[in-house]
Each structure stands twice: as C-alpha cells, then as structure tokens.
T-cell receptor, first 115, second 112 residues
Framework: KAGVTQTPRYLIKTRGQQVTLSCSPI?????VSWYQQTPGQGLQFLFE???????NKGNFPGRFSGRQFSNSRSEMNVSTLELGDSALYLC??????????????FGPGTRLTVL | AQSVTQLGSHVSVSEGALVLLRCNYS??????LFWYVQYPNQGLQLLLK??????LVKGINGFEAEFKKSETSFHLTKPSAHMSDAAEYFC??????????FGSGTRLLVRP
C-alpha cells in the first residue's frame, strides 16, 4: 500500500506570493492533518480535515488555509508569504478522526523556502 | 492543557550503549502518548504508543518506553544503540481535541 505522498517536495517562493501544497493520504484514510516544522517553533499543528470538513484548527493566522476533496486528498494554501513561513510542512493521514489511539502516518514533507 | 517536555535537545551515545531519551508529560486526564522518529529529509515514523493496556510498551527497531504515572514520564529506551538509530526523536501527547502536541525533539547521535 502506498504511503502518504506530498507534492512538491521542495519549493522556493518570494515574499508576498502564495503557495499551494498537496497531500495524498494512504488509500482508505479519510483524515488528513497538517503540521509546520521549524527549528525555532518545532512541530506545530495547523489543521485537520475529515470527510471534507475542517474539524480542528491550530493557532495560525488566516493566511493559512486548507481544504479536502471527496477523494480525501488535501491541499493547504499560504497567502502573502512571509520569511517566517519557511518551514517543512508535513501532512499526516489516518483512518478516522477523533479517537485517542488514532495512528497518524506522515508523508515526507514539503520544504518551503521563502526569499 | 496537555503538553510534553523532552529533556536534552541532543544526546550522544556510543554504538552498543544504552539509549535513554526523556519525556515528561503534563495532563489532567489519562494521557495518550506517542514516540516518533524522524530521519533526515523524511517525515515522522511512529515508534510506539501508550494505550493504557500495559505500562511497558514495546515498539519497532528494539525501542521501548515505560509509562510512569507517579513521575509523569514516558522515557524511551533501547538496550544497545546502532548507528542507524541516529535521528531526531519526538514525544507527543494527544490533547482533548485529539490533535498531537509534540515535544521539542531530541537529536540522537551515535558514535562508532
């Protein structure tokens, strides 16, 4: 079974631009979560989608948004990029959402560099 | 609010030595705890998870962790380090809204 895939793997943008990252979950998984990883702030939760609905959101500005499609694939968008948005963006999928032992499977991440 | 604290941002051990990575949690309810490993340029891989069925949890690659409620700890251990264990390790707790809260990570260096 294929794992979580994220595209693109690397991305370079300039300040003020917008970017869209894509995540394809493991087949059959209906929940997708997004995390931002930076050296300074570590791993921070962005949001979670389940059955095309955002069910959980972290403490990020409105420039960060996401969506999920009927096939469970998810995209996240960052508008008006800032230098501080440079990070590794990780996507994780799981079978369902809202359970204690729900195991999340992570993709390799998209490395975003903002110049 | 749930949180985890990882003591030591870097740990260095010799190949064959015991690995001990520390994690303390803060939770007002029974915690759901996880250990993840991240190799360079890769995502996170689940090593093990605490399910309350047993206090000693065995994971992949020879790692295990012991849940100690009295010490609010969930330390990760491996009896004998291997060069391939060099990576960054994250302890995480699932909060009341079911999202994962990660510790700051511990980078493990294994010396030959």
């Amino acid at each position: 079974k294929a794992g979580v895939t994220q595209t693109p793997r690397y991305l370079i943008k300039t300040r003020g631009q917008q970017v869209t990252l894509s995540c394809s979950p493991i087949s059959g998984h209906r929940s997708v979560s997004w995390y931002q990883q930076t050296p300074g702030q570590g791993l921070q939760f962005l949001f979670e989608y389940f059955s095309e609905t955002q069910r959980n959101k972290g403490n990020f500005p409105g420039r960060f948004s996401g969506r999920q499609f009927s096939n469970s694939r998810s995209e996240m968008n960052v508008s008006t990029l800032e230098l501080g948005d440079s990070a590794l963006y990780l996507c994780a999928s799981s079978l369902v959402a809202g359970t204690e032992y729900n195991e999340q499977f992570f993709g390799p991440g998209t490395r975003l560099t903002v110049l | 609010a749930q949180s985890v604290t990882q003591l030591g941002s870097h740990v260095s051990v010799s190949e064959g030595a015991l690995v001990l990575l520390r994690c303390n949690y803060s939770s007002s309810v029974p915690p759901y705890l996880f250990w993840y490993v991240q190799y360079p340029n890769q995502g996170l891989q689940l090593l093990l998870k605490y399910t309350s069925a047993a206090t000693l949890v065995k994971g992949i690659n020879g790692f295990e962790a012991e849940f100690k409620k009295s010490e609010t700890s969930f330390h990760l251990t491996k009896p004998s380090a291997h060069m391939s264990d060099a990576a960054e390790y994250f302890c995480a707790v699932r909060d009341s809204s079911y999202k994962l809260i990660f510790g700051s990570g511990t980078r493990l260096l294994v010396r030959p």
